[in-house]
């Protein structure tokens, strides 16, 4: 196992900067994701880090290191495609042996080291088989199998679930996130799916157009997001945002939405008299009221069994908002949710920075 740092790592393609200037640090023996939309470079870096990919800027160390230089066979890393990339012609046992054969191992060391990633796996009936005769999610597992054999300081996951079923995304994740607990191998993974980050990652990197937006544990991105961009990126249903200017007298503040309406300012805002910004809160952090709050009008209902998502507009704005209860409400009717003082948060409309006192 070894650390993994990033440091000012830059990127172009032609003239166009693809990253600029990333640092991380990453943990011995952690799992980190590196999140963002499609495009902002995340895994451009992982084939960085891999070696597939040439670093135009800075550093990049894998334990103490430094590999820039180095090809991919020489850096001591496994990495796990998006489509699997298993040879058709060869059984599981040859795909997942096919590495080791390369490197001239013995016969029985190669027959051991399937074996045992075969058994963690649970893919020991399948070793005959061929790509062809086998689910998604078992490809999956083979290829996994064929990066864990090598015994790698590093392992690379390149959005390695996005072509499986909803149902079985589920399952592979808690899969890969019991085989990292197992083999405590320090481990990146690239994804779009911030749900995917929340629940595997030790630490989330989220990413924006080439640069860290912010760096941390998934419950402190959620908590307290840095900007709005995080924000409105961790969390589903996404983060509700509201324009508005922020007033403050004799000690007391509130944020005036564009119709008029008043909110208390989050508990700990920062901000001053007269400035706009935007007012943010989670779905889950509303409750009904009588009146007061946010007046909104209902759009969509919809009850999942253990909660009810209402879809709502306020204004032009729209709004989402769940409740544990099990509520009725028409189409057209007008709510009053009211936010979480506590829980809410203020960014500044220019910068989209979030506001502390």
Do not use: W
């Not at 999610?137 to 996951?157: N, S, Y």
Request: hydrophobic share 40%.
């Amino acid at each position: 196992m070894a650390s993994v740092t990033i440091q000012a790592v830059k990127k172009r393609f032609g003239e166009v900067a693809i990253l600029h200037g990333v640092d991380i640090d990453i943990a011995d023996g952690s799992f980190t994701v590196l999140v963002g939309p499609s495009g902002c470079g995340k895994s451009t870096l992982l084939r960085m880090i891999a070696g597939l990919e040439e670093i135009h800027g800075g550093e990049i160390r894998i334990g103490e290191r430094r590999v820039n230089d180095l090809p991919p066979k020489e850096r001591d890393i496994a990495m796990v495609f998006q489509n699997y990339a298993l040879y058709p012609h060869m059984t599981v046992r040859d795909n997942m042996a096919f590495a080791l054969s390369l490197a001239k191992m013995d016969k029985a060391t190669i027959d051991t080291k399937v074996q045992r990633a075969a058994e963690i796996l649970a893919l020991a009936p399948l070793l005959e088989r061929y790509p062809r005769q086998l689910s998604g999610g078992q490809r999956q597992r083979v290829a996994m199998g064929r990066a864990i054999v090598r015994d790698p300081q590093v392992f690379l996951f390149d959005e390695p679930l996005s072509n499986l079923d909803a149902k079985l995304r589920v399952a592979m994740r808690s899969e890969i996130k019991e085989l990292h607990q197992r083999l405590k191998t320090t481990s990146i993974y690239v994804t779009h799916d911030q749900i995917e980050a929340m629940t595997m990652g030790d630490k989330i990197v989220v990413m924006r157009d080439g640069r860290i937006e912010q760096t941390g544990s998934p419950l402190e991105l959620y908590d307290h997001p840095a900007n709005q961009f995080v924000a409105g990126f961790i969390g589903s249903p996404a983060m509700n945002f509201l324009p508005g200017t922020l007033r403050r007298a004799g000690g007391a503040a509130h944020v005036e939405l564009p119709d008029g309406t008043r909110l208390d300012a989050p508990i700990h805002a920062g901000g001053t008299d007269g400035q706009p910004v935007v007012y943010g809160t989670r779905p889950e952090h509303l409750t009904l009221g009588d009146s007061g709050g946010i007046p909104s009008r209902v759009v969509v209902m919809e009850p999942t069994g253990m909660d009810t998502f209402v879809a709502c507009r306020h204004e032009g704005a729209e709004l989402s908002a769940v409740f544990r209860e099990r509520y009725d409400f028409a189409p057209g009717s007008t709510i009053h949710l009211l936010p979480d003082l506590a829980r809410a948060h203020l960014f500044d409309a220019a910068t989209g920075l979030r506001l502390v006192a």
